[in-house]
């Protein structure tokens, strides 16, 4: 049972002194100067980029031991091969990006607790003077993994957690245990109090569909007794081309989606600027432009086989910044996945 009572309210100060705290540790003037000079090109559109990315995706592990309806991974259809990212390599990479990455996302596809290395991966990236994010379903978790994961460094850890009740939760989150979850983020936090450490920043996340639209209070009520450090919740994506999954999935409340219910088909409202400032490296080294992209045929480049900063500014690359800024076309210019979404990806349409 649920009450009105919370120890703690979540207060949007709080997020921005989390992230104005990261940031100030994490700046360097050569990191400064990068990311002002991203934005600039950003803002005129420029194709070809001086600087590298400040924000990155790597995947360490696309597999997952949940089963969720709308992820590629979880239906089984994920156009990659399955596998982990060699600490060797994740620690190449992020030599490689240190003197401008101002943060890295340390998942995408996958469950990243289940990869073997994963503290020691937080730990080298945060030595590098870098802010990493987790994002966890946490079915999958054991004290000793809740000490090593406060001791390793994380800045800060997003938990799924969908639902008031086992039948809401487990109706995306299949495979998962609400119960276990819960428990899983007790022993977290108390291990963060234990040790008398203020991070990882946990954020609790609830995923609204049609499903549980009508638990958000329930679920804001329960994290905030948790005593969580923030309450957030995030819209489902679907295939605007699959009518069972928009009919099945979709809120009956537009304030929740992040499609515009007035237009005669469904379009994704976000503003792509993923290729001005952010590279996503999938566990096997290839790039995609973008966290939305799973398929390796869309890859713009391989870290095994050239730099980041190559890739950055690769033929692909401008030529996908060119068609997403609307600038005409060039001789040099090839096809990419981008040129087919400009800008507003269909989610698992490609």
């Known amino acids: 049972m649920v009450t009105s009572d919370c120890p703690k309210q979540f207060r949007k100060r709080d997020v921005y002194l989390f992230h104005l705290q990261e940031a100030l540790r994490c700046t360097t003037l050569p990191k400064l100067a990068n990311l002002l000079a991203l934005k600039i090109q950003r803002r005129l559109r420029r194709p070809r980029l001086i600087g590298m990315p400040a924000y990155y995706f790597l995947d360490p592990i696309n597999i997952c031991n949940l089963r969720c309806p709308l992820c590629p991974t979880g239906q089984g259809i994920l156009a990659r091969k399955q596998g982990r990212m060699p600490l060797s390599e994740l620690k190449r990479i992020a030599d490689e990006i240190a003197p401008y990455a101002y943060r890295v996302e340390l998942y995408n596809w996958g469950e990243p607790l289940l990869h073997p290395d994963i503290f020691e991966m937080i730990r080298y990236l945060s030595s590098r003077r870098i802010s990493v994010r987790l994002s966890s379903n946490l079915n999958h978790f054991t004290p000793d993994m809740a000490q090593s994961l406060i001791q390793s460094g994380l800045s800060q850890l997003v938990v799924s957690i969908d639902g008031a009740t086992q039948a809401s939760y487990s109706a995306y989150r299949r495979r998962g245990q609400l119960d276990v979850v819960l428990q899983n983020l007790e022993l977290l936090l108390d291990a963060r109090r ?13 995923l609204i569909g049609k499903h549980n639209e009508h638990e958000i209070e329930q679920v804001r009520q329960m994290a905030c007794q948790s005593g969580v450090d923030s309450f957030t919740t995030g819209p489902l994506f679907v295939d605007t081309h699959n009518h069972e999954q928009v009919d099945q999935w979709l809120p009956t409340n537009p304030a929740y989606a992040a499609y515009d219910y007035s237009r005669n088909e469904l379009e994704n409202v976000w503003d792509c600027h993923e290729l001005w400032e952010s590279m996503v490296i999938n566990w ?39 068609v997403i800024a609307k600038q005409p076309r060039e001789s040099g210019d090839v096809p990419t996945i981008c040129h087919r979404c400009r800008g507003h990806p269909d989610y698992l349409a490609y």
Do not use: K
């Not at 234990?194 to 609830?206: E, K, Q, S």
């Open 194 to 206: 234990r040790l008398g450490a203020t991070r990882p920043f946990v954020i609790w996340r609830m």
């Open 284 to 322: 096997d080294g290839g790039v995609a432009p973008c966290c939305w992209l799973h398929n390796a045929e869309f890859d713009f480049g391989d870290t095994g086989q050239a730099t980041v900063r190559e890739i950055w500014n690769s033929p692909r690359y401008i030529s996908a910044r060119r």
